[in-house]
């Protein structure tokens, strides 16, 4: 678009259908290339992308061209197909409905790629479900308990 210029950074988290710890060492690499993939086909650009078995968190630098529920859609479901069609898990997967999206300024790029890569060492000390609240406590969303994303009861 000409005379269009933007600076959108979204921070997205989603998860595992009942944040089952489905996606292994073995191929996470690959499904963070594939996710990469989708993101640049639609224009946009991937800041970083990491994650646990259960959950990932993508930061990427947003284009103006595609709503954000388009490209949540194409890269749940392109992934999930990617992820069945190679037999990478014994059972069917599937990523659970919903995501969380936070937007961050240029100055608090680095902290957020910080936050992300460490992952792993972030989740000795606090669970999924108490990071995603204070998320959503941190930017002030209002949000009901029985529609945050569930374990398998």
């Known amino acids: 678009m ?3 210029y933007t600076q959108i950074h979204i921070h997205i988290v989603f998860v595992v259908k009942y944040r089952a710890a489905m996606i292994l060492h073995d191929w996470k690499d690959e499904l963070y290339k594939y996710i990469t993939g989708i ?3 639609h224009g946009h650009k ?3 992308i990491n994650g646990m078995p259960d959950h990932l968190h993508v930061l990427l630098g947003m284009r103006p061209t595609q709503s954000l529920s388009d490209l949540m859609q194409d ?4 992934s999930s197909k990617w992820i069945n069609e190679r037999k ?3 059972s069917r997967f599937e990523w659970q409905s919903g995501y969380g999206a936070f937007s961050y300024s240029k100055s608090e790029l680095n902290n957020v790629v910080e936050y992300i890569k460490n992952q792993e060492n972030h989740h000795k000390k606090k ?3 108490a990071e995603y609240k204070d998320l959503l406590n941190e930017f002030s969303i209002d949000f009901d308990e029985r529609y945050l994303f569930r374990e398998l009861e």
Do not use: L
Not at 75 to 78: L, P, T
């Open 2 to 4: 000409a005379n269009s």
């Open 39 to 41: 993101v640049q086909t």
């Open 46 to 48: 991937m800041i970083i």
């Open 75 to 78: 890269i749940k479901g392109s």
């Open 88 to 90: 990478f898990t014994r």
């Open 127 to 129: 669970s999924f479900m």
